[in-house]
């Protein structure tokens, strides 16, 4: 009834990569309710995080005042009390916590060097913020010591993409779909994680698609799947060889495609060789047979579609699990026509424009190299600044060691929470306290904002105007629905005012200026423009001022330096850690459906803390028995970073010897536990395999 509230603005979801656009009904100058509406991705579905996920912004915890650290506050640690901040903050105006901080930046960078001080930007702000940050650090600094949570999330999907096919996004956006009759989804729980996209891929099977599941974990969409493979933690490599050896064996790969657009064929195919379906079974625990049924149905479909999430990318060999999807893909010929293609389904809401907008360590904007001296030139030229390092900068984990070890003793992070969200985490937050100055800018005092010297209130994304880019390359506006809270502020006039106040020649007064500016260097952005985006979304790449843009990209060759994409064979790497007497048993992390990754803002929802309020695992029923635990009991878990307690929960698609870890809850924190080591190319942390005991509290 439009009596129920005063206006209706059209935005998109703050939570996941689908990028479902939403209509915000707000009265008295809140968020009453959250309807989807015609995207192109959601055509009007929602999941629960997006239609109940929304009042967290109207929070009695949210951020009003800048903040600045009292002079006689307790130690840093993870000790501030959200709702009692003045232990240890005062409020200050926006002059002098602005001051503060750019002379605090700015003295170390005297003192110190530029590389005494990095920044970690976010994916949950907006493109033209991500582009303002890392531009703020490379301007600033004259380095590329800026990251932000893709390298926790499908660094190594990108390093494997732009390695063998030239570009790190998706080849077909998920609703290709429609046009498949074989879809594969490894390594991903989109029923919990992307449930708007699993919507699409529940139809596909219901009109006869055939798809096939493989998982450690028997995840949701077994239920519609032909095949389930349950296959042993990190043994995706010699899963997928096998599949590929025969394909290879009978005969069923395209030798056309390959003659015509791909290199390295020979060595791969010898390379598979050795991987019979017959070797590989015990190491992935998958009968030959099924290793066999699988090639066989994804290699006969006409249109095969891969989709793969954080159970392919977080391993220490994680670039190449997927390359052997790339390749798997590529053997076929599945990339480029309706209905097959590569999508590795983003996590964050803007975690693809964020990696877009250069706010990595070794690219720029639209993944070019800052070893290039042209390309800097081209950057700098247009932002009418000196040069900066052509050196790929440090990675967010790399990053925290630096800190760790005192080289870095200056941070300014935006809207990420390191302190919940790095590998080892008791480890970060040690380093944390050892900063000299850190300014965080957030929504809330984050943990990672405890321990933090200054704090900068800033915008949830239905406060603020700008652009993001879904999971299908999909670039879309996001509007206020209502104003920040207090003095708090968009992320982008918060930076550009800081940015001044270090001596930056920033003049921004509207943040369709910074999309201008990215359009000047960004090939992604052409024909796309701020007066388009006002009533279309819009699909990178747009060929023409009309194009709605383009659905499947490839059609007709690579770009990579020959046209031609690149077959890397992948050999079989353990997990960093094996179970053994001590730690027996294998942990797992994810999401759940109702809270969204470090819980700031979904525990702070009061419909979906009520559903999923309390810390908790899962552990296959028959382990529970053994343990004599009960399903609601408690349970410690302990691996050789931590130890933590928690509810145990029974599920039965758990592997008797695997534990699942959800990591939202602060007060259970699942990366006490995790494994900092990272995969050589992507530098992802080994989040998916850990050793761990666990024992009955
Ligand atoms: Fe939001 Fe993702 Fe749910 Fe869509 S599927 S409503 S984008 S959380």
Request: hydrophobic share 40%; proline share 5%.
């Amino acid at each position: 009834d439009s009596k129920d509230f005063d206006t209706e603005t059209e935005t998109v979801c703050p939570f996941c990569g689908v990028g479902c656009k939403v209509s915000l009904k707000v009265k008295d100058g809140k968020v009453k309710s959250v309807e989807g509406i015609n995207g192109p991705a959601n055509e009007g579905r929602l999941c629960v995080k997006g239609r109940f996920g929304f009042d967290y912004i109207h929070h009695p915890h949210r951020l009003t005042k800048p903040l600045i650290r009292r002079d006689d506050a307790p130690a840093k640690g993870l000790n501030v009390d959200p709702g009692n901040l003045g232990t240890h903050f005062r409020e200050a105006t926006w002059d002098e916590a602005l001051d503060l901080a750019a002379k605090g930046l700015v003295d170390l960078k005297e003192t110190h060097g530029g590389r005494s001080v990095a920044g970690f930007g976010s994916a949950k702000c907006t493109n033209e913020e991500a582009y303002l940050f890392q531009k703020f650090i490379r301007q600033g600094f004259k380095h590329n010591n800026v990251d932000h949570c893709t390298r926790l999330c499908h660094a190594s999907s990108v390093a494997a993409l732009m390695e063998n096919v030239g570009s790190g996004a998706v080849t077909a956006t998920f609703n290709q779909i429609e046009n498949s009759d074989v879809a594969i989804i490894i390594g991903s729980n989109p029923i919990e994680n992307h449930p708007v996209a699993a919507t699409y891929f529940k139809q596909f099977t219901k009109r006869g698609g055939k798809l096939i599941v493989m998982d450690p974990r028997g995840v949701g969409m077994r239920r519609f799947a032909t095949e389930m493979v349950q296959f042993r933690p990190g043994a995706d490599v010699s899963m997928l060889n096998a599949i590929m050896n025969v394909i290879v064996e009978e005969g069923l790969y395209d030798q056309a495609y390959i003659e015509k657009y791909t290199e390295n064929w020979e060595a791969q195919k010898a390379h598979l060789a050795p991987f019979t379906p017959e070797a590989m079974s015990e190491i992935c625990g998958v009968s030959p047979d099924q290793l066999r049924r699988v090639a066989r149905i994804y290699a006969n479909g006409k249109a095969s579609l891969i989709f793969w999430g954080m159970g392919i990318s977080q391993h220490i060999h994680g670039t190449d699990n997927s390359r052997c999807l790339i390749s798997l893909a590529l053997m076929t010929g599945n990339v480029g026509k309706p209905g097959a293609g590569l999508h590795p389904l983003r996590g964050q809401n803007n975690v693809q424009g964020a990696s877009d907008a250069g706010l990595v360590p070794m690219f720029l904007p639209d993944y070019q190299s800052v070893m290039d001296d042209g390309i800097r030139k081209a950057f700098t030229d247009v932002w009418g600044s000196d040069d900066f390092s052509n050196e790929k900068g440090l990675t967010v984990t790399e990053i925290v060691d630096q800190v760790y070890a005192g080289n870095i003793k200056g941070m300014y992070i935006q809207g990420e929470n390191p302190a919940m969200s790095d590998p080892d985490v008791e480890h970060a937050r040690d380093a944390f306290a050892k900063l000299e100055l850190l300014v965080v800018q957030d929504i809330f005092l984050t943990e990672t904002a405890n321990y933090a010297d200054i704090i900068l209130p800033a915008s949830t994304l239905y406060e603020k105007n700008g652009t993001v880019s879904n999971t299908n390359r999909q670039v879309q506006r996001v509007r206020p629905a209502v104003a920040p809270p207090g003095e708090a502020r968009e992320d982008w006039a918060i930076t550009t005012d800081l940015a001044q106040r270090i001596g930056l020649n920033w003049g921004y007064t509207d943040v369709s200026e910074v999309f201008n500016e990215m359009k000047l260097n960004m090939k992604s952005l052409n024909n796309i423009t701020w007066e388009r985006l006002k009533t279309e979304t819009i699909t990178y790449p747009s060929l023409t001022p009309t194009d709605p843009g383009q659905a499947i990209v490839f059609g007709d060759g690579f770009p990579r330096a020959d046209g031609r994409a690149k077959f890397t064979p992948a050999s079989v790497i353990a997990p960093d850690e094996a179970p053994d007497a001590e730690y027996p048993m294998i942990m797992t992390t994810g999401r759940q459906l109702e809270h969204w990754h470090t819980g700031s803002m979904t525990r702070r929802s009061l419909v979906l803390d009520a559903v999923e309020p309390e810390a908790n695992c899962s552990l296959n029923p028959k382990t529970l028995r053994q343990m004599g635990v009960e399903p609601g009991e408690m349970v410690r878990l302990t691996t050789r970073r931590g130890s933590i307690e928690i509810m145990a929960r029974a599920d039965r698609a758990i592997a008797e010897d695997m534990v699942f870890v959800p990591f939202a809850y602060v007060e259970a924190a699942a990366n006490v536990l995790t494994n900092p080591a990272i995969d050589p190319y992507g530098k992802i942390p080994e989040f998916k395999f850990a050793a761990v005991r666990i024992e009955k509290v």
